[in-house]
């Protein structure tokens, strides 16, 4: 067993973390305070490469593997969340589905601009009733006159309205299966479509900088050819675009837990009490080592995760492990951080109290803590049927 | 236009520096990152490629055979590289330096070699004046902006009160300063290309030197001892309340900061 990242992995992550560190982690606490989304970081990002790493080069992207986009995601994360969701959801669910269900001509049309990094595109799945329940999903549309016409309404969805994005990947029902299902095809929506309206940006809890909306469709018309893969296809495509997605989620999860650790060391050497610095009390130690030792959990399952989907092999499971253990150990992460700065950690002024909301909507987005579990007791379950 | 940039390896800033019993830095290749001032020479030579074409070559040499940080350069998007690889080189004084990167550079061909304004190991930054010596080339020296019309390259140069401008014909020797421009991040697309593009060894019986013409055989210059510098802050202490503003306000006066 190998735990060696290659010379380009490496590279990557250098990279990415002297990104993170001299152009992104400087303007986080403003990028937090006005809640405005950082064009110019996301277009400099765009330019190195660094929205279109695990895309070929013949599509526009880097070329790299997956495993290189997640390390890289881990860094951008370290130096902030808004920005690290940004890049997520963009390549993740809003690129990928054009690489792996995309047509040739899907590809050079909409994939290329994004792998280059010159647009972003969002990716439409959850509604105001269905959230974990995707399978509810009510926005429907139909054909007519050689046009899809869509109705319905989408909420939550990252990158829609930014002044770079391209248009988002719609989940919508397009008929009945024989089984009594729900038909839910893919359907691509460029911003701009006829009947397509971007809801003003939603206030939150955190990841402030990042673009979230509400999403609706008023008779809105794409033409018929601008289905992803097939008709009926849509429940699998989105299944299969998760399950990658969670272990990226779960690198950004690793990201965010380090910046809780690098910020609780550095401030239990400055801070002293009772005549000795912070980290003398084996109390804090022992938070200190906690910590890092489920970053480093964390890490090793979304390495392997990635490593399972890179062979080809069946990582499913894993990917739900991984983003559930990560995601909780983010959380555990900040809120132990927070405990060790004391009252300074719940001032705005530290960066460990926008960590600290940052870290929660982990267990919540691109499937719940409890999902997860019920994916992995699935995984578990199956084995006895 | 062919640009050839030279490189050199260094110890990271970030780790501490050590003297062999030989008085040598001790060099660890794990630690070793491209020498802070060539990043930006590395930066100039990419914009000049992307005025006027051509290629930018990344030469250096080395005693050790690691290629991590040229294959960084190549990702900031050098076309190749040439590496002068030598056991014999190590303990190579200035001097040695220069004739054997001269040597080198004619082996390469050039319009314009670009250097750093020195070094951060030993930084002397005598070599890029040396090297053109060898070349019996003219040298333009810490370069705050460089442009090039046609057979003539123009450059600025810092001076205590606004700038000189010089300028000299190609082929030359240029050496850039530090404000010259901000280094760019090598790109995702350059890391994944960098190990594709050439990289070739050259030892010192390619360049038709002797080994007793490089390295400690060579050198004429001997370091004889060394420290390492301590800076003390100076500090004092008030006692009392008695006239502390006025006690503050002295020090601070008396010491220029107000």
């Known amino acids: ?385 | 236009m062919k640009i050839v940039v030279c490189m050199k390896e260094t110890p990271s800033t970030e780790v501490k520096k050590e003297l062999g019993t030989d008085m040598r830095l001790v060099r660890n290749p794990q630690d070793a990152i491209i020498n802070p001032f060539d990043e930006y020479t590395i930066e100039e030579g990419l914009r000049l490629q992307e005025k006027h074409g051509g290629e930018v070559v990344i030469l250096t040499m080395s005693p050790a055979q690691t290629t991590d940080n040229i294959r960084k350069a190549m990702a900031m998007g050098a076309d190749r590289a040439v590496v002068v690889a030598d056991p014999s080189l190590a303990g190579s004084d200035a001097l040695a330096t220069g004739r054997v990167l001269a040597a080198a550079l004619q082996k390469i061909g050039f319009d314009i070699v670009l250097f750093g304004q020195g070094t951060a190991d030993s930084n002397g930054g005598v070599v890029p004046s040396i090297t053109a010596e060898y070349l019996q080339l003219p040298l333009l020296s810490l370069a705050t902006k460089l442009t090039i019309d046609g057979e003539t390259a123009v450059i600025e140069r810092s001076a205590e009160v606004g700038y000189v401008k010089v300028e000299a014909k190609l082929p030359l020797v240029v050496s850039v300063s530090k404000s010259i421009n901000q280094p760019r991040y090598p790109s995702m697309k350059g890391i994944m290309s960098a190990k594709k593009k050439p990289l070739e060894t050259l030892t010192l019986a390619d360049l038709g030197l002797a080994a007793n013409q490089a390295g400690s055989a060579a050198a004429h210059d001997k370091v004889l001892a060394a420290e390492s510098v301590s800076t003390q802050r100076k500090r004092e202490i008030f006692v009392g309340n008695d006239g502390a503003a006025q006690r503050i306000f002295d020090f601070l006066s008396d010491n220029k900061i107000i």
């Not at chain 1, 593997?65 to 995601?73: H, M, N, Q, S, T």
């Not at chain 1, 994004?114 to 009510?138: I, N």
């Not at chain 1, 309206?197 to 979230?212: H, Q």
Request: negative net charge; proline residues 4%; aromatic residues 8%.
């Open chain 1, 1 to 385: 067993m190998d735990f060696t990242l290659s010379d380009e992995q490496l590279a990557i992550q250098q990279v990415s973390r002297d990104f993170a560190e001299n152009v992104i982690k400087p303007r986080a606490f403003a990028m937090d305070a006005s809640g405005e989304f950082p064009l110019d970081i996301i277009q400099q990002m765009g330019a190195l490469g660094l929205l279109g790493l695990p895309i070929p080069e013949q599509y526009g992207g880097a070329g790299a593997d997956f495993l290189a986009y997640c390390v890289a995601l881990e860094e951008i994360a370290r130096g902030d969340a808004s920005v690290a969701i940004t890049m997520e959801a963009h390549t993740s669910l809003g690129a990928t589905p054009f690489l792996l269900f995309g047509t040739d001509e899907q590809k050079k049309t909409y994939l290329e601009p994004l792998a280059s990094g010159q647009k972003l595109w969002a990716f439409g799945l959850t509604e105001p009733q269905a959230g974990s329940d995707s399978g509810g999903t009510q926005t429907h549309a139909e054909l007519a006159d050689g046009e899809w016409v869509i109705n319905g309404s989408k909420m939550f969805i990252t990158n829609a309205g930014t002044s770079m994005t391209a248009g988002v990947t719609v989940t919508a029902v397009t008929g009945v299966k024989s089984n009594g299902r729900k038909e839910i095809t893919n359907l691509i929506v460029p911003t701009g479509a006829e009947g397509y309206v971007i809801g003003p940006p939603l206030k939150k809890m955190g990841w402030k900088a990042s673009d979230t909306r509400p999403l609706s469709f008023d008779n809105c018309k794409v033409p018929q050819e601008n289905v992803l893969g097939s008709v009926g296809g849509g429940f699998k495509q989105f299944m299969q675009t998760l399950d990658a997605g969670r272990v990226a989620i779960a690198a950004l999860c690793v990201g965010l837990a380090q910046a809780c650790l690098d910020e609780s060391l550095k401030y239990s050497h400055e801070r002293s009490q009772f005549g000795k610095p912070l980290h003398d009390f084996q109390l804090i130690q022992a938070k200190l080592a906690d910590m890092a030792t489920e970053i480093e959990l964390s890490r090793l399952m979304y390495y392997k995760a990635a490593w399972l989907h890179m062979q080809g092999r069946d990582f499913t499971k894993e990917a739900s492990m991984a983003k559930l253990f990560a995601s909780e150990t983010s959380k555990r992460a900040a809120d132990q951080a927070v405990q060790i700065h004391g009252g300074y950690g719940f001032m705005d002024d530290y960066p460990v109290s926008r960590y600290f909301r940052n870290v929660k909507v982990n267990e919540i987005g691109e499937g719940t803590s409890e999902v997860q579990r019920i994916l992995i007791a699935k995984q578990l379950l199956q084995s006895l049927r």
